[in-house]
């Protein structure tokens, strides 16, 4: 089959095995496919991954045990567990440290005309969505964490650090909540999407935890003191950079909570004494509820079509890749049928 | 009044001005008096406090406009909020951003004849409590900190990690819930006064997260594995280490929580990977609930006179401080009267 494959290098290849379907599995022929971060991580060895990249994906089953689903459209969650372990035991499968993880783990990926799934990670995609919505499933999901991990309520003031696919994604996850929320990014163009929606942004012109840097932008009106010390019961870092954690700390209230959503290979350099003395709550999000991302997207309460920068054909992955990597590059997708 | 005063070095003072209560304030007889690691971090730079150290003590009401105190024994809360702000208004004093704090921020403190504190922050010892327990009520309702902050369950597994002050009244604590627990620390003689308690603890050669380091002790039984990764669902580090976290995040399970007690000047390099993807939740935890505290004392739920390694007199203040600094120490009192 044809895929997009990562080893001593990224490759299309044309000639690459279909995988066979265990018992449990089905056999997903891919519709389109969506390039994370982590994808481009991988690419300079995070987690020493080779072989078929991508978990972001929405496709078709082509073949399963389970009659019903053949021909149906999917969704599918990418970790997947032993099923003995107290983490499997418990509905944390995620968690299982003998978990595989589609496309980063032990297991191939989606940038390939097939990838095989445990039938209990699919989930079903209503006609009402479109396969360019669907391919969102799983970082919406991975923002809509955020709200299983931390109550939020209408009266709370929330900052997210971050404007890239994930600020923007948990920015719209956050703003269904009603709070009082600005999401704080570096790049105008972007922060314009959540602006066209009604959320408001702050120009900022760095992360810079030193905070001569982390000055609103002048034009973007007053907003005096709104990233002032303690001004925010909860803070969503998204940055992607080791100094986010840092101004989050500078910026959440006493007994407020930091999610903190960056995975970076550098160690950050955090400050005990803020922590412990201000009763900070740091929480790390990763992946999240899949249904709650689909009924999201059914429901029109998230906009996606402004995250997609570009689309490429499967052959044209390499590239794709090249292109997700640049500057100011959002959702880059791969077109695989 | 005969007062311990730091300002450009400790004194011992016989002729330090007694303090005038507020309207709202009570003027306090101190008995005894406890010396705390943030007392001896003051003396070295710590908060850039200066005047009369000390905020672990038991006393008498002298004087007060609220006369049936007069004469009563009492504990008394440090932090003195400004009655106004937000946090005050719901009942964070501890956090009010203006707040003063005895000993340690805008306040004197308590290691001198009198001190004042605002009748709202005491609270009466009942006749059945000595004074050298009721010295402890302030470190202990800290170490109770924990139980408000996070929901321990009997068969839940959590590490205290350091056997220090707080390390040992956090594991006395942490045993009432009945869970899982084990105190980890490299002193034998400070452990022992946990386990002739019936707690369990592990010797450990030194808190190091490189791993080699912190192999139990052999000869303190079969716990192979206790101290691998992903082993506790709560971690308490009670190091006063940068090393302390780092090791707590390789012990605590997926989705577990890390109570953070260590508050040091110098930063910690945290792997953020590590947090985010097991979903850890690290939460800073400082003052607690005195009525918990002396709750717990009144009704012989902890032991704490092995925890006092030796008394001075007020006079012997300075010798007091630096008995106190030495390795292996614990707790170290000032009689006052």
Redesign the interface.
Known sequence: MRALVFNNGLHYLTDHPVPTPKQDEALIRVTLAGVCNTDLEITKGYMGFQGVLGHEFVGVVEKCNEKSLIGKRVAGEINIGCGTCS?CQNH?QN?C?NRSVSGILNKEGAFAEFLTLPVSNLHLIPDSISDEEAVFVEPLAAAFEILQ?VKILPADKVCVLGDGKLGLLAGQVLSTTGCNLVVAGKHREKLKILEEMGIKTEEIESINPVGAGFKPAPTMGDKGGFFG??EFDHVVDCTGS?SG?QKALQIVK??GKII??????E????????????????????CGPFPTAIKAIAEKKVKLSPLISNIFSLEDGVKAFEYAARKGVLKVLLRII
């Open positions: 983490y944390m968690h440290p991990q010390p303690n080791s954690i006493s007994r903190l959503k960056t995975t970076i290979a160690s950050a350099a955090i400050n005990l004494n803020q922590i412990v003395v201000g009763e900070i709550t740091i929480i790390g999000s990763r």
